[in-house]
């Protein structure tokens, strides 16, 4: 490959001698016809990382040009290339000590940083900040003392720069100083939320936020952080993380408003809505994901929310729609659930006792320890004046887990008092 480019770069150059030489070229225009193909090769060899061809082949643009920016980019990829002393040789044999080219400075500042003869690298860059007052060149020192662990005297320069321009990669060097270096958490986390409040909170430094309070175990730092993290990004990787500090927190009401806000997991949101009882939102949302799925179990999952939401003033139109979507989940699932609520649902309203027990009945077989499954035989039995077969079940209940809910309570209750009373009034059944 060196040699490749290197054969181009001499067939180009003699070809090009017998060009009229230009003695002052603008930048935007050719100073010789190879110029253009002169510039693709650079950058091809940039672009494959052979960056001491590149570094010839913008040396040769130079020479032939005399452009500035041929120049710089020939020094960049000569330090790339970790050719510390050429970079140093050449930017003195131009500058003869003088401090009028700016980058050039910096250049060979960068050069003698990298070879850590940080003493001639640090003067040099105080005398180019005290002449240019320029943030860039405050962070060259603040980088020298930096390294040499002066995190005073770096600090100083850093803040300086950072005053200049509140570019947020500046602030991150400090925040990391503070932190890291002084101990200074508070103060680190102050000037980065600081700089949020004002300016935003960017990637970097809602990332370099997030590593300071998961370090600091600050669980509602962290947490606020996301989510301002998450109006920036709207990813699932963030959101998730939100999703788990809610959910250890317990803070379920907030956990519900930010998932209602930003739907990004209706799923979860839909079992919330079920474990704080707000059947009315759990039926809507149950209703929606079924039109979105057309997945059965949310269909009945939507009937039985909008039976519990709307139970204490049921019509009988709404009743009746309830008790249609579960027929229709039925005959596809035998999910005990859906059964058992379909038969409760025709026994206590005295729709259909006797379809209703066979729902129930079939449940029963399926889970036949089940308290809420026989606390509902019982009431279908009880609905059917069978009190003493009802009594020796719901006298079963009470001893299961779950036999001490009011419901089941009230069940036995009814049940003890239509065995204590034979004039106990029989249900109608509706065929």
């Known amino acids: 490959m060196y040699k490749y480019f290197l054969l181009i770069v001499v067939v180009l150059f003699f070809g090009a001698c017998s060009s009229k030489h230009i003695d002052v070229v603008q930048p935007n225009e050719k100073a010789f016809e190879q110029e253009d193909t002169y510039i693709l090769f650079a950058l091809r060899a940039e672009e494959v990382h052979k ?55 910096r250049l060979k500042i960068i050069a003698l940083f990298e070879k850590n003869e940080l003493d001639k690298a640090k003067e040099l860059a105080l005398q180019l900040a005290h002449n240019t007052q320029e943030a860039n060149d405050y962070i060259l020192v603040g980088d020298i003392y930096s390294k040499q662990a002066q995190y ?131 039926y809507k949302l149950a209703n929606k994901l079924y039109e979105q799925n057309n997945d059965t179990a949310l269909l009945g999952q939507s009937a039985l929310y909008e039976y519990e939401a709307k139970k204490e003033h049921l019509s009988k139109e709404t009743l009746q729609s309830i008790i249609q979507k579960l027929e229709k989940v039925v005959q596809k699932t035998d999910d005990t659930l859906f059964l058992n609520y379909l038969g409760y649902i025709l026994i206590d309203h005295e729709i259909d006792v006797d379809k209703g027990m066979k729902y129930i009945k079939k449940v029963v077989k399926i889970q036949p320890n089940s308290a809420y499954y026989l606390d509902s035989l019982a009431w279908g039995y009880y609905k059917l004046h069978q009190c003493k077969k009802a009594k020796t079940i719901i006298d079963k209940v009470v001893t299961l887990e779950g036999g001490d809910d009011p419901e089941v309570l009230y069940h036995q209750k009814e049940i003890n008092d239509c065995i204590g009373n034979p004039q106990h009034k029989k249900v109608i059944i509706k065929r």
């Open 152 to 282: 005073d005297l770096a600090l100083k320069y850093l803040e300086g720069a950072y005053v200049k321009e509140y570019n947020e990669k500046i602030l991150d060097k400090i925040a990391i100083i503070l932190y890291v270096n002084l101990k200074r958490k508070k103060d680190a986390i102050a000037q980065l939320e600081s700089h949020t409040r004002i300016h935003g909170c960017s990637e970097l430094i809602c990332n370099r936020l997030v590593g300071i309070y998961s370090n600091e175990n600050d669980i509602d730092g962290l947490l606020s952080v996301y989510k301002r993290l998450y109006a920036l990004k709207k990813d699932d990787a963030t959101a998730k993380k939100i999703i788990q500090i809610y959910s250890y927190k317990r803070d379920y009401v907030k956990l519900m408003n930010f998932l209602e806000e930003n739907h990004i997991d209706d799923e979860l949101l839909l079992q919330l809505y079920v474990g704080a009882k707000n059947y009315t939102k759990a």
């Open 51 to 105: 960056n001491k061809t590149a570094a010839e082949l913008f040396d040769l643009l130079y020479k032939k040009s005399h452009k500035k920016e041929y120049l710089y980019r020939m020094l960049e990829n000569l330090l790339v290339a970790k050719e510390y002393d050429k970079v140093i040789s050449v930017v003195d044999s131009i500058t003869q000590g003088s401090l009028e080219d700016a980058k050039l400075i």
